[in-house]
């Protein structure tokens, strides 16, 4: 293991009808490492796993043996291995914590080849420490630490996706109206019609510092106000949580938004709904936009996992009632729960 880096810790999670139920002892390489106990109150995916284990560097297969009652009360034995593909000799460097970030940046764009890193992108004669100042008294807000370290070390660029140069820093309202086409105020198009106002508020108020360009124009953004207790963090499936809680002092909150969806920013929540820091929501730019290439199961019979990151999120549902299904969704650009 590299230094800095720790192993890795897997949470099942599973997604199952209302009523189901899954009891199965977790096995590593042939011997039982957990056992998993779960019934569904609600469905769909929950942001706290039923179970979390280690995930040991160089383990070879992964089993699930046990039983799984259905929502009409049939019960049915099961019992599944896979083979395992393990991405950490890629994503390593992201969770050294010996390392500043920017480092660790390079090291992992040099090592997936999914990532673009160069020098920072700024006009003649400007300084990159000057170009935040400027971007900060423009915008009226103080940039967390870690993204000046970014913003200012390095241009990183992972496909047509990009964090913004320094002295190019907006709101997502002048992202959204500039470059994503949209009307601020024309008609039941326009961004006034389109949003609620707390949204409209916070993409007025928040910085745009990476751009996604896909099927249609996303972006992260850093809202310096935080969180507004019991807020819809607008993760999928994530079903009757508790809602968004503030810090103290708040430090402000980072979240997603996209054309698709773009009344409904995806906050970045830690386990007890508070707003991640800084690092996490910078490093989920890799997990969700180049770890996602990274690899892909061969067939149902190969459980991809990363014995680096510290939070494996596989999911579990069962496509017959003796076949069940495990996905490692910690990389899965539409399922940003870590």
């Known amino acids: 293991m590299p230094q800095g880096a720790k192993n890795g810790k897997a949470g099942i999670h599973p997604w199952l009808a209302a009523g189901e139920q899954v009891n199965a002892d977790v096995l590593i390489d042939g011997r039982t490492v957990a056992r998993l106990e779960h ?9 706290l796993p039923a179970v979390v284990f280690d995930l040991p560097a160089g383990l ?20 599944k291995r896979w083979a395992v593909l393990d991405l950490a000799p890629v994503s390593h460097p992201l969770y050294d914590q010996s390392q500043p970030l920017i480092d660790r940046v390079r090291a992992f764009a040099h090592l997936s080849r ?6 920072p992108h700024l006009p003649a004669g400007i300084t990159a420490q000057a170009a935040l100042l400027e971007s900060e008294t423009r915008l009226n807000v103080r940039l967390p630490a870690l993204l000046r370290e970014v913003l200012g070390g390095a241009n990183v660029e992972i496909g047509n996706s990009y964090f913004l ?22 008609g039941n ?32 953004a850093w809202d ?54 800084a690092e996490s929501a910078l490093t989920n730019v890799f997990k969700r936009l180049a770890l996602s290439q990274a690899g ?5 019979n190969q459980l991809l996992v990363d014995t680096a990151h510290p939070r494996n999120l596989l999911q579990l549902h069962f496509d017959e009632p003796r076949k069940p299904r495990l996905r490692l969704r910690s990389y899965d650009y539409h399922y940003s729960l870590y």
């Open 39 to 47: 019934k569904a109150v609600l469905p769909g995916l929950k942001k």
């Open 60 to 79: 070879q297969r992964f089993e699930l043996r046990g039983s799984h009652v259905d929502a009409q009360g049939r019960a049915t034995s099961f019992k």
């Open 114 to 119: 999914l990532v673009e890193v160069g020098e």
């Open 165 to 186: 140069p320094p002295h190019r820093l907006q709101t997502p309202i002048d992202l959204l109206t500039g470059l994503g086409g949209h009307a601020l105020d024309d």
């Open 189 to 220: 198009q326009s961004l006034n019609t389109l949003l609620p106002p707390a949204v409209l508020a916070r993409y007025k108020r928040s910085v745009a510092v990476f751009v996604e360009i896909g099927d249609g124009l996303g972006a992260l």
């Open 224 to 277: 310096p106000d935080g969180v507004a207790p019991g807020e819809p963090p607008n993760t999928p499936a994530d079903e009757g949580n508790s809602g968004a809680r503030p810090t103290i002092p708040n430090e402000g909150v980072w979240y997603w938004l996209h054309q698709e969806h773009i009344a409904e920013p995806g906050l970045l929540l830690d386990d007890e709904y508070k707003p991640q820091d």
């Open 296 to 300: 892909s199961p061969e067939s149902e």
